[in-house]
């Protein structure tokens, strides 16, 4: 689609914009947003996406109606071509509602949870800061849709390798997940 000028927005440019590309300030960028396969979070302790592309910049972590049996954290761990990292994970996590509360993360990116079979509903973003040290940041909200409770996350970890895999679990790893749907969708 052709543009000659952003009425408002302080910039003035022609050429042609595609669907992939958006304009920051003077920048362009150009990207294409990728869908993993959709997985039942209906069994198992873990669920693992593999295959994330080294040219990765942006993941994002989708949750439907996901629990687990246990009362431990939902934990997304990052991993790279030598395994599963879980540790060197740095922020807090907590909720609000109820008394609210938060605490330190470092076994991964958790999502507070102290009552067994409630459900979570959102997303979690990850960032790739930089590539020369492999430094991912984490943010995100989810509603706990069985409670009128809210879930969030931020913080960083740097790997020692390219990102190329991404868990889902509980910092103990042996709640077993039994409801909802996991899905990751990746930006180059």
């Known amino acids: ?16 914009a595609s669907v992939n590309t958006f304009l920051r300030g003077d920048n362009a960028w150009s990207g294409t947003i990728t869908s993993g396969t959709a997985v039942a979070s209906t069994s198992g302790t873990s669920i693992d996406f593999t295959g994330i592309p080294a040219t990765a910049k942006r993941i994002t972590i989708l949750l439907a109606n996901v629990s687990t049996t246990g009362t431990v954290p939902l934990t997304f761990r990052l991993g790279t071509s030598g395994g599963i990292v879980a540790t060197g994970y740095i922020g807090s996590q907590g909720y609000v509602g109820g008394t609210p509360s938060s605490t330190n993360m470092s076994t991964g990116f958790e999502l507070y949870n102290d009552t067994a079979a409630v459900t979570y509903s959102g997303q979690i973003v990850l960032m790739l800061v930089d590539s020369a040290t492999n430094t991912w940041c984490a943010s995100g909200v989810v509603g ?9 996350i931020g913080g960083y970890i740097a790997l020692s390798g390219v990102l190329t895999q991404l868990r889902m679990t509980t910092t103990t790893a042996t709640p077993t997940f039994d409801s909802g749907i996991i899905n990751i969708m990746w930006e180059s």
């Open 144 to 152: 706990v849709t069985t409670q009128a409770y809210m879930r969030y």
């Open 1 to 16: 689609m052709p543009i000659s000028r952003i009425p408002g927005a302080g910039l003035e440019t022609t050429g042609t």
